[in-house]
């Protein structure tokens, strides 16, 4: 009786700290794209880089370079005359986050109107922060899917499991509705290259082109008006509001003391900003669909409609006949995968997949679900390559030990699918539950032999060198890695340890990979 008692007092604890009690929103200004941007910068840009090219033909550029990728927004947020539309899943408070801040604060200074949508899972700022910075004209933020104020984060996931788990994990950047960036990288320095400890390979997609960045700014606008999104002031608390003067003042002293760091320094001699100081940008051209997924996704049922994105995705899986590489850093096919994966080894396709190793993967439980997979995978004559946390490309000795010392990794985060050597996605979507079912995601699906050879062509060159293989024999996986021109194998989970393989194979047991 007593432990019935101890079980009902902590339900009510529950009830009373963890239920959903969100602020009104329905009074949300709806806005828009701005489409009258033709006689801007970008505008007139983009008008004589398309002379003479069919209307539904896109400008893109690949950004698989860290400090590039900073450096692409940084200069679209320089250029934009009219509007800057952000939507990010994570925007970290370090270095690269605060100095895109400054930059979005300085465009809304000089009139351009700055519209910034957070997922709620990865704002590393208070609500204060966020409303002092909406307090300008210029300059609105909301918040998609907020968790309730003043009640324990942590207690939600018991009272509010299955809406406070479905996140917007959409990925764009547009500016002036004349160019966008699409891809798999969040706001933060690990995915620029500026983390002293930590680095993600990533991949982003610059498109310039009538047709597709409005169709970005579309999907946009989508999540913008929709009823999941709160304006941050209205989640703030009701602290006095900092004079946009004061917040300007804070700004200016902190991008001061930022532009001085070696890694700010170091951004205006990159590839990228020497071409585009030269002008010398050349673009590859293709015809690029935009898909995405509904914001009323993160209410759907587990059963896909025209609200998923990978509704759009399956045509393009049905005509499959030659080839397919999966770029991943969470891989968990699930019972559905496998089936797809069977379907085209039994028409021959050559199928290899790109995921994270154990030793690099930042959320080990996804490796324990995936890793279930990987000996049928393996039989029925799919390539598996897993990547090696110690391929550090340019990382100077010294920092290679003290990421080693301090345990932390590299890690894939890119996410991009290669289709017969003609197509190509990249967006924001893992091939996982999580992603295909619960989270909300954005891509851009690309018909150009040109740039899918391009990303085929590097991603062969590379691979024996920056990822294992697998092969199975005798039922046991083993892992080969070429490096100066020497074959490593491992039969065992490279460079880790046995605690490490203890823990992936207990968390293997629990039954939540519909999670993942």
């Known amino acids: 009786m007593h432990l019935f008692k101890i079980i009902i007092v902590s339900l009510q604890l529950v009830i009373l700290f963890g239920c959903s009690s969100l602020p009104d929103n329905s009074n949300n200004i709806k806005s828009y794209a701005i489409s009258d941007t033709l006689n801007t910068t970008l505008g007139k840009h983009n008008e004589k880089l398309f002379i003479g090219l069919d209307t539904n033909t896109s400008a893109l550029t690949l950004l698989e370079d860290g400090e590039d990728a900073l450096v692409a ?14 939507q990010y899943y994570h925007y970290h408070k370090d270095l690269t986050g605060q100095l895109l801040i400054y930059e979005l604060w300085q465009a809304a200074n000089r009139g351009v109107r700055v519209r910034l949508l957070l997922d709620d899972m990865g704002v590393e700022t208070t609500d204060d922060n966020l409303a002092a910075l909406a307090n300008h004209p210029n300059f609105s933020i909301r918040i998609f899917n907020p968790f309730s104020r003043g009640k324990l984060r942590s207690l939600q996931y ?3 499991f299955s809406r406070v788990t479905r996140r917007m994990h959409n990925k764009a950047f547009i500016a002036d509705n004349q160019t966008a960036i699409l891809g798999g990288r969040n706001i933060g320095d690990e995915y620029f290259g500026a983390h002293p400890y930590s680095i993600f390979g990533d991949l982003d997609i610059i498109i310039s082109g009538n047709k597709p960045v409005r169709n970005v700014s579309k999907a946009f606008d989508d999540y913008w008006n929709s009823v999941y999104v709160y304006p941050a002031e209205i989640l703030a608390s009701k602290s006095p509001k900092i004079s946009i003067t004061k917040v300007s003042e804070n700004l200016d002293r902190l991008h ?22 030269n002008h ?15 914001p009323v996704k ?12 990978i509704s759009k995705l399956i045509p393009v899986f049905e005509k499959i006949n030659k080839e397919l590489i999966v770029v991943s850093p969470y891989f968990v096919p699930g019972k559905k995968g496998m089936d797809f994966f069977r379907l085209l080894r039994r028409k021959n396709v050559q199928v290899t997949i790109l995921t994270n ?5 930042d959320v080990p439980i996804v490796f324990s679900a995936y ?5 049928e995978l393996l039989a029925i004559g799919v390539n598996i390559y897993e990547l090696d946390p110690t391929t550090l490309g340019s990382i100077d000795n010294k920092k290679r030990r003290s990421m080693t010392s301090r345990r932390k990794k590299v890690g894939l985060h890119a996410k991009f699918l290669l289709v017969d050597k003609k197509q190509t996605f990249i967006g924001s979507m893992n091939f996982d539950p999580r992603s295909i079912y619960k989270n909300t995601e954005v891509g851009v699906l690309i018909d150009s032999t040109v ?36 074959q490593i194998s491992y039969y065992t989970e490279p460079h880790t340890s046995w605690w490490d393989r203890f823990i992936s194979c207990f968390m293997g047991i629990l039954p939540i990979e519909s999670q993942l």
């Open 73 to 86: 927004r940084i200069a679209l947020a320089r250029a934009a005359e009219k509007s800057l539309d952000l």
């Open 158 to 160: 018991l009272s509010d």
């Open 256 to 277: 001061h003391n930022l532009a001085v760091h070696k890694f700010s320094k170091g951004l205006a001699n990159t590839e990228l900003a020497k071409s585009i100081t």
């Open 280 to 294: 010398r940008v050349t673009p590859i051209f293709g015809n690029v669909s935009v898909i995405y997924d509904s």
């Open 298 to 309: 993160i209410k759907a049922s587990g059963k896909i409609t025209d609200a998923h994105l």
């Open 357 to 361: 190793s154990l030793a690099s993967q």
């Open 371 to 375: 890793s279930k997979y990987r000996k």
């Open 451 to 486: 740039l899918t050879t391009q990303l085929r062509n590097d991603f062969i060159k590379n691979i024996d060198a920056v990822a294992y293989e697998l092969k199975l024999q005798n039922d046991e996986i083993s892992w080969h890695l070429t490096k100066q021109e020497k």
